[in-house]
């Protein structure tokens, strides 16, 4: 009986197999090189047999330890500090996108920001991107629709932040970050390209509303000093062009790249804006409602190329901008905010590490970097930066000058790296006086499947 069983089953296995009439016995056909035995390669999926439509997956992390001064009256949960110790993820991001067609690309990204030990649990994880695009044509221009940061303004107004150079951005250039928008994407339609060495985008974007933006607090949301208005607000225009005289950087995604890391030479100029209608508004001195026009206007300048070889490379950032939120408009920003309260109510800061990041005026923001040589320390290389924003915003009586220096350990390129920075931001009171500065230690480590 097993031996029938077993003749049954060679049986069918040959019976399988295909037939070569050129050979003495039967034998498996080889299967083809093609991308079918390729179908994961350079972390993408691919969708045809030329590679040409994909889908790929990333991932990234962002931790923090630091070690801060406080602003003065900071307060945790009630109890006073003026200085502490805290760790938190930054950033943690994943993204989904792909060329499903020649003409139609997709793009997704979801993660959570500023999750530290006073942050709500459970809660931080939200869809950052979810927008389609069609290619009407190529290179010239693509057309699309939903959450997106294709935005105007800057360059680092839409940042890829796997490979900035710092430990942070240039945040003052996402104009609007989560008080009318989600995290800088907006709801929008863009319309982005190349014409020669031109790169372009431009987008109408629908403002989300204000009372829904973290302490939204109705009562205090008008007075004699511009804050945004609470009225359905009007459509939103954004674009920023930018011409690349050297090599071409990539536009399939909205963000820009901080650092190559010396493998390309790049230099841009680039130029845009924001613009919404009654964006704003405050009160009269007679307590009448008065609306006004949010512009913002900004030039940059980009260059990031090998220098010296074996490695060696240099990044250079300048940028200028003016914003207009209207009368003496100041909005305070502290990343990762290891606080959530202050006693001092003469303080125009707040608590914890808050600045005047943002206000009526004009910045300056410099950004500079060397890589040193590949294989400085075994494997590993180190790249060290500096950078500076300075602003003359309406609502101060002093200039604002943050600043941030600090060096990256790269133990893989942007896939892991150690970053060890140093902080410095000012201190203000409510009659817009410079009193103090404060500062802090922040250590990074990122890890970047890309």
């Known amino acids: ?7 049954l089953a060679f049986g069918l296995i040959a019976a399988m197999m295909p ?4 050979a003495q016995t039967q034998a498996v056909t080889p299967v083809p090189q093609t991308t079918s035995q390729n179908f994961f390669k350079d972390r993408k999926f691919y969708l045809n047999e030329d590679g040409s439509n994909f889908v790929k997956f990333t991932f990234m992390t962002q931790a923090w330890l630091r070690s801060a001064d406080y602003n003065p009256g900071t307060t945790i949960n009630g109890v006073a500090k003026n200085s502490g110790t805290d760790m938190g993820i930054r950033r943690y991001r994943v993204q989904m996108y792909g060329q499903l067609t020649d003409k139609v690309f997709a793009y997704s990204q979801f993660g959570e920001n500023n999750f530290n030990n006073i942050a709500d649990r459970k809660m931080g994880f939200f869809v ?11 290179t010239r221009l693509s057309l699309g629709m939903g959450l997106s940061g294709w935005n105007g303004l800057s360059r680092y107004g839409s940042s890829s932040v796997g490979n900035i150079m710092g430990i942070d951005l240039p945040l003052y250039q996402e104009a609007t970050n989560d ?64 011409y690349q005289f050297k090599d071409q950087e990539s536009n399939m995604t909205p963000y820009n790249t901080g650092t190559y890391l010396g493998t390309k030479t790049v230099f841009n100029i680039g130029a845009g804006g924001v613009y919404q209608k009654d964006a704003m508004w405050r009160l009269d001195d007679a307590g009448n409602t008065i609306y006004s026009d949010m512009l913002h206007l900004a030039a940059d300048v ?37 606080a959530n309260g202050s006693n001092d109510p003469s303080v125009l800061n707040g608590g914890g ?24 320390i075994g494997t590993t290389t180190l790249m060290p930066y500096a950078s500076v924003q300075y602003a003359d915003y309406e609502r101060l009586n002093d200039p604002m000058v943050y600043f941030d220096a600090g060096v990256n350990w790269l133990l893989a390129g942007q ?23 404060k500062g802090a230690v922040v250590a990074q480590y990122q890890v970047f499947f890309n």
Do not use: C, W
């Open 1 to 7: 009986m097993k031996n029938i069983k077993y003749a």
């Open 19 to 22: 037939y070569n009439a050129n």
């Open 128 to 138: 950052h991107d979810a927008y389609g695009e069609y290619a009407v044509d190529k």
């Open 179 to 242: 008080v009318t928008d989600q995290f800088g994407r907006k709801l929008s339609i863009f319309a982005k390209g190349k014409l020669g060495k031109l790169d372009y985008r431009v987008a109408m974007a629908q403002p989300m509303a204000i009372q829904k933006s973290a302490g939204y607090n109705p009562a205090a949301n008008i007075s004699h000093v511009s804050s945004f208005s609470a009225d359905p607000p009007k459509m939103q225009y954004n674009a920023y062009l930018q």
């Open 302 to 338: 980009y260059y990031d190329a090998p220098m010296g070889g074996n490695g060696r490379a240099i990044s250079l950032y300048g940028n200028i901008t003016h914003f207009d939120y209207g009368k003496n408009y100041i909005r305070n920003s502290g990343p990762m905010n290891p």
């Open 353 to 376: 590490n808050a600045f005047p990041m943002f206000g009526t005026g004009t910045v300056g923001y410099v950004q500079a970097g060397y890589k040193f040589k590949d294989n400085l």
């Open 415 to 437: 896939v892991s790296k150690l970053t060890l920075s140093y902080q410095n931001h000012p201190v203000y009171n409510t009659d817009g006086d410079h009193t103090g500065s």
